[in-house]
């Protein structure tokens, strides 16, 4: 069964160099969900990249960017 569950740590330091961890809670949604999330809430897909650079989205992409926008937005 696909859980599709993840959690993100995150170390923070003071100023005595004191580490505090942080952990947050993630469900993984993939694109097409996101694309019907979208469209629900009258959104359009402007463009989907695998990552913050701007590299091509493929089958194989481990990641995604992925920006929507209002049809009334220009």
């Known amino acids: 069964m696909l859980h ?3 959690v993100s ?5 003071d100023e005595g160099r004191q580490a ?3 952990r947050s809670p ?3 949604v993939w ?5 019907l ?5 009258g ?4 463009t989907r990249h695998a990552d913050w650079s701007g590299a091509e989205f493929t089958a194989d ?3 995604h960017v992925s920006v929507y926008r209002s049809p009334s937005t220009p």
């Open 4 to 6: 599709q569950r993840v």
């Open 37 to 41: 999330m979208g469209r629900l809430a």
């Open 31 to 35: 694109p097409a969900e996101l694309d």
């Open 43 to 46: 959104l359009a897909l402007e």
């Open 9 to 13: 740590h995150h170390f923070a330091f």
């Open 61 to 63: 992409s481990r990641s």
């Open 26 to 28: 993630h469900r993984y």
């Open 20 to 22: 505090r961890l942080y």
